[in-house]
Structure formats: C-alpha cells, structure tokens
C-alpha cells in the first residue's frame, strides 16, 4: 500500500522561500505521476502541481509557475516543491499526491494516493 509522508511546513514571511517535500513508500515511484494541492479551510482543495515520474514531465498551476518548483530526488521516492515569493495567499495545508496512471491530472479525483498535510503559514 501507498504511504505518503510530507514534511517542511512551517511560518515564513512574505517574499521568502521553503521547500516542502514528499516521501512516497509502499510503490514503485518510479511509475507514479506525483503531485501537490494545497487547500485552506471553508474551500476547495486546488491543484498546485504535478510531475510524471517516467519522464519528468511538469505542470503548474498559473498562479505559482513562475514561483514554484517541484523537483524529484532521482533514486529515492522523494519530490520537493520548493516555493519562492511566498505570498500570503499561498497560506494553506498543502497535500502530496500520487497516482498509477500518466495522466498528470489536476483534479483530486484524478490521483488515489494522498498524505496528511503539511501546513505552511505565509505572514505579511
């Protein structure tokens, strides 16, 4: 069974960085599409990013491809988003995701595979 392990939330303030990562165990990682959603309370849990495994490809959400950087640590199932110019906004529990298939889907539906949370507190 697939276990997912987050780790790095923390305060920062506006206008710095943090990485965040995620320690898949229990599968191949080799063959998942990897991905990061965040979610704050009273919403929706919203996509962030995504990675296929098998060949590295990337997807961002608008709001973040130009901050936001999700990396993998080829030989070991670990994948980092590593985030530049916090903003408040970016306040949120953020969640890894994995799944099976190569879709690099941007719905929750989409991955079967999740962590707990890491919590990252962004403050103006």
């Known amino acids: 069974q697939v276990h997912l392990e987050e780790s790095g939330g923390t305060t920062v303030q506006a206008g710095g960085s943090l990485r965040i990562s995620c320690t898949l165990s229990?599968?191949?990682?080799?063959?998942?599409?990897m991905a990061w959603f965040r979610q704050v309370p009273g919403k929706e849990r919203e996509f962030v990013a995504c990675?296929?495994?098998?060949?590295?490809?990337?997807y961002y959400k608008d709001s973040v491809k130009d901050r936001f950087i999700i990396a993998r640590e080829n030989g070991a199932g670990i994948v980092h988003l590593q985030m530049f110019s916090l903003k408040p906004e970016d306040t949120a529990t953020y969640y890894c995701?994995?799944?099976?298939?190569?879709?690099?889907?941007?719905?929750?539906?989409?991955?079967?595979?999740w962590g707990q949370g890491t919590r990252v507190t962004v403050s103006s």
């Open positions: 995701a994995a799944d099976r298939r190569t879709l690099m889907g941007t719905m929750v539906s989409d991955y079967e595979s």
């Open positions: 229990g599968g191949t990682f080799s063959r998942f599409t």
């Open positions: 990675m296929r495994w098998t060949d590295g490809a990337i």
